[in-house]
């Protein structure tokens, strides 16, 4: 443009340069930073494979089957068996547990509950949301475990034929895998509040309104207007709160009493996840045994990575869906 | 109804049962939860049961059953499916509010006692971890350097990146981008930890340090800062931006004295309530910080310490009731700064919300 324009006055011209200089550099400065956070995906995945690569090759067993976890012995045998259904089965309690209620109480808030208390309501969900997790594992650990007992007898003894509520040594402390699902489940619950809410206010008044004008009660009313509408947007907050719940290192390692041990049975202490073995084994690991919980760490990545990604392409599906 | 029935009492009463159906009172959701709270007691009374939570589930149980019950034989089963519903939403308020309000509560009570001026001026130097005494100060001093450098790091970054998003992101790059942010807010903690760990202190070869805590805090910073930068900046109108580049002005300097400054309330909240986030995060910081007993005011030499790990060691790693205490005290410290971050943040971003647009 300035070599189109001679005439202009060379005052001008600077400033014009400086401007496409300016934009210039700026340009590249943001666009170097939104290039700089896809390097860092990319590194954490690089490294870990890096790490794991060496733990894996030296590994005498199989990595996906095998129980123990003992990388630093003469003969290094771990595998993911135990971690791998541990982390599932307590993510799935929490999500059983927490999903329900998080839309009970989505619904209570932007539906049912008088405005007056909706509004401090949604606002205290939300600052609960903060709450460190260390601080829920403190909180689980010195008193819900004390405060179940009660329940994990009472399920022993009148749900014990169900295999999965029967306990091994009645009366053990509950420092098992269905404690550390209701823990997990009382921390997820806050996040997935906080996005179900959301979408459930954005459904069209006007199907609302219809509804009630065409005789629905409340409930049916939800059911035909709100929820519909809303179904993506539960799902991808299920699966947010889902790879929380799968992620959570340390509530679940201060509450549950770990062993390599693969059982049924919820309600016997034992088991671990993968987080927590990582925060529980690492400070006495070799420089091997690290390169083990990474292996373990990689494939906790990949599993979240998958859960996150797919939340997000529902969620960019709907966008586009009602757009 | 009332209107109608008196002025022509004889031939309304048909009229009226048809158009309003039979309605259970206004109170009779009151008096039912009241009947089964009282009647789950009673259960839990006699059937001995020991935990006060069986008492509650039991009553909850029997306000739902009660409530759909009544309602079925009196309004008929649409409006019984109805109050099912509501009772069922009101019981998920109730089993939420319920563990909740007792963390928050059982902290407070737990931790108050512990927490006094010689508990926040001292560190764990020459405490004998089984006895009483000690402090946080060096947790202190940790956890605000690795976060303050953790913010350092990730904020303009972040801010940068959100920039790029909303103001120049076209095409495939852009939607990696926006992509791979939402997918790195879900990146767990430990793994951060776990990456920087083997790219910072085995690939490079440095030790443990305040420092190496704050680059996986900061990792984990990022996204949050992007995300919520990004619903600022794009309520930001674009008349602004059309009429700052109709006088002339420059594309990076629009955004630099014109958009930025509209939305910096909103950012300022994004960038406040992820450092809340970071503050409480343990698992990196355990790895990667080590968690030493004594003051170490260098964040790039030698083992720290910072508040979640010092509460994990006191607990775990203690493990007496002493530790347990200590703990606690900590823990009271750690979610006062928390809240007092996020209700901070809340108040900046409804006093100056980019909404008003002048």
């Known amino acids: ?323 | 109804m009332s209107a109608a029935t008196t002025s022509v009492p004889a031939d309304a009463r048909p009229v009226s049962r048809l158009l309003t159906a039979n309605r259970l009172p206004k109170w009779a959701p009151g008096a039912v939860a009241a009947g089964s709270i009282v009647l789950g007691c009673g259960i839990g009374l006699v059937g001995d049961l020991k935990s006060k939570l069986q008492w509650g589930l039991i009553a909850a149980i029997l306000f739902v059953v009660i409530s759909y019950v009544l309602s079925a034989q009196v309004e008929g089963r649409r409006q019984a499916k109805d109050r099912l519903a509501t009772s069922l939403v009101w019981v998920a308020f109730i089993l939420a509010v319920v563990p909740l309000l007792s963390l928050t509560v059982y902290t407070i009570q737990q931790g108050a006692s512990v927490v006094d001026g010689n508990f926040l001026t001292h560190s764990m130097m020459g405490v004998r971890s089984a006895g009483p005494g000690g402090g946080i100060y060096h947790a202190l001093i940790g956890t605000l350097e690795q976060v303050g450098l953790a913010t350092l790091m990730a904020a303009p970054i972040g801010l940068l990146t959100a920039v790029y998003l909303v103001e120049y992101g076209r095409g495939t790059l852009a939607k990696a981008v926006t992509f791979f942010v939402d997918v790195m807010t879900g990146v767990p903690s430990i793994v951060a930890g776990l990456f920087i760990l083997s790219l910072w202190n085995i690939a490079l070869g440095f030790n443990y340090s305040g420092f190496s805590g704050s680059l996986a805090l900061a990792i984990l910073m990022m996204p949050v800062v992007v995300r919520s930068t990004e619903e600022m900046l794009k309520l930001v109108p674009n008349e602004l931006r059309e009429a700052s580049y109709a006088l002339g002005v420059p594309k990076w300097k629009t955004i630099l004295r014109i958009v930025l400054p509209t939305a910096i309330g909103g950012i300022t909240t994004g960038v406040m309530l992820a450092v809340a986030r970071i503050t409480g995060e343990t698992a990196p910081v355990m790895m990667l910080v080590f968690g030493a007993a004594y003051i170490n005011n260098n964040p790039f030499d030698g083992p720290q310490q910072s508040l979640p790990m010092y509460i994990w060691q006191q607990y775990a790693v203690v493990n007496n009731d002493y530790g347990y205490a200590r703990a606690w005290g900590a823990a009271l410290v750690l979610i006062a700064f928390v809240m007092g971050l996020n209700l901070i943040a809340r108040g900046i971003a409804r006093w100056r919300s980019p909404k008003a647009g002048h």
């Open chain 1, 1 to 323: 443009m300035t070599s189109s324009t001679p005439a202009a006055p060379r005052g001008r011209e600077r400033r014009q340069r400086d401007s496409r200089v300016g934009d210039k550099i700026f340009m590249n400065l943001s666009r170097g930073s939104g290039i700089l956070l896809l390097v860092v995906m990319a590194a954490i995945a690089g490294f870990l494979t890096w790490r794991s690569v060496i733990a894996l090759s030296k590994n005498e067993g199989n990595f996906l089957t095998t129980f123990e976890w003992t990388p630093d012995a003469p003969t290094p045998v771990f595998g993911i068996a135990v971690l791998a259904f541990g982390t599932i089965v307590s993510a799935l309690i929490a999500m059983l547990i927490a999903v329900p209620v998080a839309i009970g109480i989505a619904l209570f808030i932007s539906h049912y509950a008088p405005r007056r208390i909706a509004q401090p309501f949604a606002y205290l969900v939300d600052l609960l949301a903060a709450v460190p997790s260390i601080i829920y594992g403190l909180w689980g650990a010195l008193f819900l475990v004390p405060h179940l007992g009660g329940l994990n007898s009472w399920l022993d003894q009148y749900l014990g034929w169900t295999y999965i509520f029967d306990q091994s040594r009645a009366g053990t402390t509950p420092r098992n895998l269905f404690t550390v699902g209701i823990l997990l489940a009382i921390m997820i619950l806050p996040i997935i509040t906080a996005v179900s809410r959301e979408v459930f206010r954005q459904a069209p008044r006007m199907h609302e309104e219809a509804a009630l004008a065409l005789g629905a009660t409340r409930w049916e009313m939800i059911r035909t207007a709100v929820l519909p509408f809303g179904r993506p947007g539960i799902i991808s907050a299920s699966m947010l709160g889902l790879g929380r719940a799968l992620g959570e290192t340390i509530a679940v390692a201060v509450v549950l009493s770990s062993s390599n041990v693969l059982s049924l049975h919820l309600l016997d202490p034992g088991g671990g996840t993968f987080a927590q073995n990582i925060a529980l084994k690492f400070n006495e690991a070799q420089p091997f045994g690290r390169d083990a919980l990474m292996a373990s760490g990689l494939v906790l990545f990949v599993i979240t990575l998958l859960v996150n990604g797919a939340a997000r392409l529902i969620v960019a599906r709907r966008k586009e869906y009602s757009a």
